[in-house]
RNA sequence: GCUCAAGUGGCGGAAUUGGUAGACGCGCUGGAUUCAAAAUCCAGUUCUUUCGGGAGUGUGGGUUCGAUUCCCACCUUGAGUACCA
């Protein structure tokens, strides 16, 4: 009987899906085992030969662990909301959902014929409103939450609320907008509805910002930072422009941290887990503020400008080395600490005090926040530095609010009573102060009517500088505090806001000059041109906070405005662009390291440098220097150590039909929820799907758009008019939002009740095998790991990590094969002549075999030759003629394996028309063999190299396209598809085939199976199960070629032998397998027969064929037993006549005997 | 520039607690079968050679009895990222 691949895999497909074979149970006494492939999005397309890699791999894993006994997950489904369905609507009208529809039908079809074990129950498409129904329901626990620093994690807003009503938000520590008002608990109580809900959505994960984003005109939509690569959009290269737009943004930056944490713990790749590491971006340093000496100082704003800094400067108060350093001194408490902590913890004075905490950057010993009171006991400090006290005393007070209150070490300890006594006093004293002071600052934030005068970095204070004269200062961020003393200039970035009030009369000419100028220049320019140095002084300078030396401030285009404060401490010594620059204008170069020339180059290295010239930091090693500065930074009030994160908060709004719709809307312009019962709001029709002509998103063109809070459901928009109507919210969500949490459905994608039930979630987990591609790096596999956090932090899943291993597949690429086109054209000296061209007017269209040149000046003989033997050219002309060659693309399904061409198809071949009666010169002595030369690139249509698994599954199989991409190489790496080698692995199935065969009869035998026949199944047992667990799946399918060719060189056609290697193989082609397993004689499914297990008696061996090397270069191999000891081998060796030829007489100075593996003599 | 990955026959690739380099497959060469072709089977196939051998895993060093494997420097290619302070 033939091996006829068409109908057994048909019929094994049905089979398969008639029974239900791959059907995941819902609980099961079998550990379980979750197998997932990235979904795919259903392109028009279809799939290429690229497409199934990671599946056929993933596959086979799910198929071996069934065979281990694992309750396998292996589900799938479509990312099916998209850009291209919309493009191709807005071109044809046709809806979106439709082609979705038959592009999904393609790819299901396309998917079953490769006969992959998913379990179809479990479909998803994140287009299916039963689906987007919980992306939806997801959004809104997003809005519900915020994120609490203190508890490190999401909470309920409820909580929050909670605390604005007891206490305002001085002392919340949340991740939140940039500017927040501070309020107390009085305020909040008296805010409005409206205000209220406006604080809060500074708060929420989810919320609603004026923010910068990158709108891409071309596309209509706002692109998120990893949808753009190079400054232009991913798709379609459009460019991006800077706009203001109010957005949904979701809080990623509260989990940069966590982020980052938990790659530790997850087995994914080095490279993915780098540029996540690499976009969340963290950089540990410190902030420092620098006084500016100028003469024209502002009032009032000054104050704010002091405080503002951007959001993504997460850290400020809390710190990370503030925090740790407090920790550290809560461990190790004084004597005196010890005895006042135990009589304030116990309540002495009925209210909650606090120990070593966080004010304002600075620890300090004891505080009690309602009453806004600072108890210090000194002793820890020492003389010199009463002077900072002082100075910190009249920041906490001044700034801040606080009363300070300072006990000494005896007196803690020498009288406690008297000390509570003081403190008690204290206290009420503070309760009234308090009560002056609201109104004090209830009346200037009339005055200053909505000027934030707080946000998060001053977070629990009260500001009482309004109105006062206070010095402008400008706030950096650097990662080198240690080079503090190497500042020798400062840096704002052109658009800096400081700039207009700080530069002096004789320079502000230049410096808006300059201003001009980089405004002119687009982000591309900038980024282009980092070569050229360019800059203005603004004639104004600041006063270092340690020496008091004067710094010139200049602007330049080398800071970013986007990027931390957008102005430097600029120390040239130490860094590159700093050095250029103070190069090119002048600026001195000190030398704060030790030993190190900086006459030509900045020094740029940490480990090992010794600073010097820097005070109390000279001659200590980076590190040392570097957290000394930090310390006295903090301890003397400008400065503190900081974490700094680039990972931006996303833009959660597309301005797209095709996507999911927001469960939002709007009243008095404040968005609201709609409850979770009245899930889902299906998206509108609409009737074009463009942007309105006023600029709306495509849902502008819906009629019935519009939520009556009454009725609960969408209604026309001419019902608007109604009180209790309100506008839906136009936006849709951005691809990335249903493929943030898919994995969690498939565990219970049914459920219309909740988003995966309970059990469903602790039964499964999570992902333990993650297969896709790795250009989701920063953006879904980042995303889906921020809202995996969240749904855990509010417990409705049980693991804060998604996917324990993943695995990136490597991209296929084509082959594409070029055909030569002679190009022939008259001359006329150097010139192109025109006027001679009736020469060539009857020369024919001229293709040459890539075998008969290997180089232009060849291919002109050839050319040249050809069309003078042919008469078809005048010799009078031959030598004005120039011939030059022009490759072109031949579609590969014209090319075999030997490189040739079918030239006859290629003539008829539809975008060949005009080349139907070309010539084309062939090999002289084989007839018509026309060659092409063949070249690796990416696979694309235009480039014709694209190959299509339907041809390569009707010609040759399934089984053997499965067995074929494996073969190719690592799973992991990059590699050309070559169709030419498929037939390789086609007729290793034919092989095995054969081996069940006796002529056309089905033949096994039921006799014991030889020593040798045990000993090539159980090495192929033995690797084949180390390759699977190594998903090293091409050497594998080399062990079975190799397990076949020795089995048929042995004839061997026994159970004992054949049984067990299908059970192997069947993970990789699983019909053939299938088949023959059911020729066996076996009436169920090989899917779920346990895995063979390995023995390893069967390879015990009694002699060893010992390569002998002569000073490490192996010379010939000697057969020898292996229980002979070492005298023996090297007796037997020596004595050898090959080993005395090899020495020619000399003695060997050594013999390396290392029994079972090689002998090595030396001489 | 920085980070990461990788360089092995004509091609895809195999071999790493350091121990016979080139498994397996493609392609190629020769042979068998066939009227012929396809298919199939057999033999050969890193280079070089005076047929004894000799050289050889990007280049140059090093460690070692022994290096594709470990170390150092460099070159090349690919991927990501970029005035990130």
Redesign the pocket.
Known sequence: MQYNHQEIEKNWQKFWAENQTFKAEETSDKPKYYVLDMFPYPSGAGLHVGHPLGYIASDIYARYKRHKGFNVLHPQGYDSFGLPAEQYAIQTGQHPAKTTEENIKTYRRQLDQIGFSFDWSREVRTSNPEYYKWTQWIFIQLFNSWYNKDTDKAEDISSLEKIFIKNGNATVNAVCDDAVKTFSSEEWKAFSTKEKEEILLQYRLTFLSDTEVNWCPALGTVLA??EI??GVSERGSHPVIRKKMTQWSMRISAYAQRLLDGLEKIDWP??LK??QT??I?R?Q?AMVSFEILSPTLSEGKGANTESKTPGYMTGGTNSYLLLEKAKEMRANPTPAEAILWKQLKGKKTKLKFRQQHLINDYIVDFVCLTRKLIIEVDGRIHDYQLEKDEARTLELEQKSGFKVIRFTNEEVIGNIDEVILKIEKELNNQFYNLQKLEEKIKKSQEKENNINISNKESAPTVSLSSGKKVRDRIQ?????PDTIYGVSFM?L?PEHELVSKITTDAQKAEVEAYIKATAKRSERD??A??K?I?GAFTGAYAIHPFSGEKIQIWIG???????????????PCG????YAFAKHFGIPIPNIFEGVDISEQAHTDKEGTVIANSDFLSGLKYKKALKLAIFEMEKRGFGYGKI?Y?LRDAVFSRQRYWGEPFPVYYKDGMPQMIAAKHLPIVLPEVEKYLPTEDGKPPLGNATEWAWDSRAKKVVANEKLKNKTVYPLELNTMPGWAGSSWYFNRYMDAKNSEEFASKEALDYWQNVDLYIGG??H??GHLLYARFWQKFLFDKGIVPVDEFAKKLINQGMILGTSAFVFKATIFVKNGCAIDKSNDDVIENIPTVFVSKSLFSNDDEFETVVKNYLLDKKLLNPNFADLVMITKTPLHADVSLVN????LDVEGFKNHPINKEYKDAIFIAEDLVENVFKVSRE?EKMSKSKYNVVNPDDIVAEYGADALRLFEM????LE????W?T?????????L??LW?LYFKGEKFEVSEEKATKDELKILHKTIKKVEEDIENF?F??S??TF??AV?EL??LKCNKREILEPLLVLLSPYAPHITEELWRLLGHKTSIATVDFPVFEAKHLVESA????I?????????LELPLDLSKEEIEKTVMAHE?TV??LEGRTPK?V?I?PG??V?I?G
């Open positions: 930072n990893d690569v190079n080095q490279p780098d540029s690499n976009w971006g950089s340093g950096v961020f650097t990662t080198r840096t970035a900038r980024m041109d980092v050229t360019s285009d080398y800071v970013l405005a986007g990027y931390g404060t957008g102005a430097v401490m600029a120390v860094d590159e662009r700093d700094n680039r790795s250009e790096a920063t394996a030997s490189d040739e690796v073969f190719l190489g690592p790496q990059t590699k050309p070559k030419s080698g498929i037939s390789g692995v086609s007729s290793f034919k092989k054969k090293s091409n050497t399918v080399s070629m190799i060719n048929t060189a060893k064929n010992y390569p090397s002569f000073n490490g270069k192996m010379r010939f191999t090959k030829a090899q050594k390396i290392v593996k090689i090595n030396v």
